[in-house]
């Protein structure tokens, strides 16, 4: 049997009105790849939070041996002393600085208060190296993807010895390939004996990386499960997690849509900085009440922009084009102007863009929305609160109250307070961008749900989608874009990945149609 590494015994941890661990266990084996799994709020990111020394010895219950000695970190400090590195799923980099300078920041490479940058910078090569980055290392993080920047974090913690890697939802904001890359570094820091414990939504990565499997609900450890003696599939996985077999990861949804509500026409966007610098080219679709649209592309595609610049042009220059809604062709030219004319765009980014974490749960809930709720500039306190109750009942937002400051909630809960947001303004087209993201099976069909009651009620609803089989479980039709293009569409039986995925790479349009009819 392999040396145990790390033992958790017996964890609680407690915030007001909440018990986010309630006696938790984890023992992880020297040199495997842990995973741990859970619902969006099952306490997996605070446990590790314990572990790493974020939350200090005294702040929680329980004893945690690294081995086999008993260890009470008073910060992250400590923790990164004895070998812990947790890279978070908001990256700590500091986008002004270069590589080897945030590989090393705090922990600068030289003597008597003077860096010693020859050896910085040849540390820092060596470290790039290890992780398969080829960039320079004078490249400062703003320059460089996300996908990059999750290896400078892995690099950044190989050079404090690391011992166990802690992982929070390393792939969630990657693409395909740059998510099998990072995987694949995994398996070779475990060929050198490093540990790691990944927490992760995405099952299949779970079942192609890990060695063991932790399964935490509600705040309690319910077992942990050998991959290969186990035989551990995705659905025994989601059981352990939710409680309950999901025999259909979506809903149940006919699909009888109406008239067309919106219709974009040779829509043509331009860089806001690099204005001669050409981002969408001639898009061209069409949405109909109670449609369920998909927009697939890989990333830089152009689909986040693209619905950014409909949506009063918050994104972009030289917008032109034609945008109907409703049969009256609208132009708009700020955010406002656009919600009054019945658009709506949840964002990617809900922690940049769509929620005020600071604010608490009622205050977001009604922020697209003040008109509604106030008399000459004078908000109706007793009717904001009466919304926001009635929305915390209906979209099941895990909260104590909704005063709670929303940047506390979890991923899922914080996804729901937008969509309640959005759903309060009452649109005619909502657009989803990435609406599942870093979001637990659970929680997903709940919003599964929630879209589809949306598009039952008229609504049109475009939703875009790194993952294609949630567009294809979702959307009666799915457009493929590249490069700026929309390269053509699939539609209904023949809605599949590889027809998608051959779209998605095409480098002209040709707005190839594939739908049930088509010839072989």
Not at 85 to 106: K, R, V, W, Y
Not at 207 to 228: P, S
Not at 288 to 312: P, Q
Not at 384 to 403: C, G, H, L, W, Y
Request: charged share 25%; proline share 2%; glycine share 8%.
């Amino acid at each position: 049997m392999a040396d145990i590494l790390l033992d958790m015994k017996n964890i609680i941890k407690q915030f007001p009105g909440v018990k986010a661990l309630d006696n938790v266990n984890l023992q992880v084996k020297q040199g495997d790849i842990h995973a741990l799994c859970g619902e969006n709020g099952a306490g997996k990111s605070t446990l590790m939070k314990v572990l790493s020394g974020v939350y200090e010895y005294g702040s929680y219950e329980g004893e945690i041996y690294f081995q086999n000695e008993l260890c009470m970190f008073k910060d992250v400090k400590q923790s990164e002393e004895k070998g812990i590195a947790i890279i978070h799923q908001e990256l700590a980099l500091i986008p002004e600085l270069t590589i080897s300078e945030n590989i090393f920041l705090g922990h600068e490479r030289g003597r008597y208060g003077i860096v010693d940058w020859d050896e910085t910078t040849k540390v820092a090569e060596s470290l790039l190296k290890k992780v398969n980055l080829t960039e320079s290392v004078q490249s400062k993080i703003k320059h460089i993807g996300v996908g990059k920047q999750q290896l400078v974090e892995i690099a950044k913690a190989l050079a404090k010895n690391v011992k166990l890697l802690i992982l929070d939802e390393p792939t969630a904001s990657l693409n395909e390939t740059d998510s099998q890359n990072l995987l694949k570094l995994l398996l070779e820091l475990k060929q050198e004996g490093i540990t790691s414990i990944i927490i992760s939504h995405k099952l299949n990565e779970i079942k192609q990386v890990a060695d063991e499997v932790t399964i935490i609900r509600d705040g309690q450890t319910i077992e942990t499960l050998d991959v290969k003696a186990d035989e551990v599939t995705e659905d025994r996985i989601i059981r352990g997690m939710v409680g309950r077999s999901l025999s259909n990861r979506f809903p149940d949804y006919e699909t009888n849509p109406g008239e067309t509500i919106l219709e974009v026409k040779d829509w043509n966007v331009y860089h806001p900085i690099q204005r001669d610098r050409q981002i969408i080219f001639d898009a061209s679709f069409h949405v109909k009440k109670g449609e369920i649209v998909g927009i697939a592309g890989l990333m830089g595609a152009g689909r986040t922009e693209l619905a950014m610049s409909m949506f009063g042009g918050s994104y972009g220059s030289k917008i032109s084009g034609s945008l109907t809604i409703n049969g009256k062709e609208s132009s708009f030219s700020s955010v406002s102007e656009a919600i009054k004319a019945g658009l709506a765009y949840a964002t990617e980014d809900r922690k940049s863009y769509g929620l005020i974490l600071m604010n608490d749960v009622k205050e977001n809930i009604s922020l697209a929305s003040l008109n509604k709720l106030s008399s000459q500039t004078v908000i109706r306190d007793f009717e904001e609160v009466s919304v926001a109750e009635d929305f915390r009942k209906k979209m099941r937002i895990k909260t104590p109250n909704i005063q709670q400051k929303t940047g506390n909630l979890s991923g899922g809960n914080q996804q729901k307070v937008v969509l309640s947001k959005w759903i309060f303004s009452d649109p005619d087209v909502l657009i989803l961008d990435e609406p599942t993201r870093g979001i637990d099976v659970g929680a997903k069909y709940e919003i599964y749900t929630i879209i589809q009651e949306l598009a039952e009620k008229g609504k049109g609803i475009i939703m875009i989608s790194s993952e294609l089989p949630e567009l294809i479980g979702m959307c009666s039709r799915v457009y493929a874009m590249n490069k700026g293009r929309i390269t053509g569409e699939v539609q209904g039986e023949s809605l599949n990945q590889e027809d998608l995925m051959r779209l998605m790479t095409k480098e002209v349009a040709i707005h190839e149609n594939i739908s049930d009819n088509r010839s072989e």
